[in-house]
Antibody
Framework: QLQLQESGPRLVKPSETLSLTCTVS??????????WGWIRQPPGKGLQWIGT???????YYNPSLKSRVTISVDTSKNQFSLKLSSVTAADTAVYYC?????????????WGQGTMVTVSS | DIQMTQSPSSLSASVGDRVTITCRAS??????LNWYQQKPGKDPKLLIY???SLQSGVPSRFSGSGSGTDFTLTISSLQPEDFATYYC?????????FGGGTRVEIK
């Protein structure tokens, strides 16, 4: 059974870079030609798609965040990562990694439990 | 960006009630509409994809319909475990966007 687990610092200072990793277990990140995504949810608010990466490295980003976002994949570690630069308090959110059913625009059928990241000095 | 508007933003219902939630897209998205259920402190759970396909393991009391710009999620007989927030999401084009959510509360 495929499982996703986010990890990374829970507290990030303003103007610094938020870095999170999603570890995939129960399967290979490069098998089945799957995509892998990041979604976030500010406290008490709705969901925002950040971006998606193919196992080979092709990426799709939300234009509203594109200038600050980098998503990468490390198949040797069965992980994919998110970097968000120049963070502000508005980037405080629960960050989820998730897998679309198949295509990069598909519904997300497998989610990590999420990790709360606070931007504060 | 395609804007997704859900209504109502919240509703109160009793166990056994039939509940309908609406999602409207700002432009046609064909049938590329998904529904999720989220309970407090938990990750979203996929219920319905491409408007009307029931995700594996989801009870049959959940159903979805619609195409173009107007979609509905129906819970035929509300159960205690269904009290949660529901989100729609379009997968027609990037950026993928979600509705603002509908909170289903106990009456």
């Amino acid at each position: 059974q495929l499982q996703l687990q986010e990890s990374g610092p829970r507290l990030v200072k303003p103007s610094e870079t938020l870095s999170l990793t999603c570890t995939v277990s129960g399967g290979s990140i490069s098998s089945g030609s799957y995509y892998w995504g990041w979604i976030r949810q500010p406290p008490g608010k709705g969901l925002q798609w950040i971006g998606t990466i193919y196992y080979s490295g092709s990426t799709y980003y939300n234009p509203s965040l594109k200038s600050r976002v980098t998503i990468s994949v490390d198949t040797s570690k069965n992980q994919f990562s998110l970097k968000l630069s120049s963070v502000t308090a508005a980037d405080t959110a629960v960050y989820y990694c998730a897998r679309p059913i198949y295509d990069f625009k598909d519904a997300f059928d497998i989610w990590g439990q999420g990790t709360m990241v606070t931007v504060s000095s | 960006d395609i804007q997704m508007t859900q209504s109502p933003s919240s509703l109160s219902a009793s166990v056994g009630d039939r509940v309908t939630i609406t999602c409207r897209a700002s432009q046609s998205i064909s049938s590329y509409l998904n529904w999720y259920q989220q309970k407090p402190g938990k990750d979203p759970k996929l219920l319905i994809y491409v408007a009307s396909s029931l995700q594996s393991g989801v009870p049959s009391r959940f159903s979805g319909s619609g195409s173009g710009t107007d979609f509905t999620l129906t819970i035929s007989s509300l159960q205690p475990e269904d009290f949660a927030t529901y989100y729609c999401q379009q997968s027609y084009s990037t950026p993928l966007t979600f509705g603002g959510g509908t909170r289903v509360e106990i009456k």
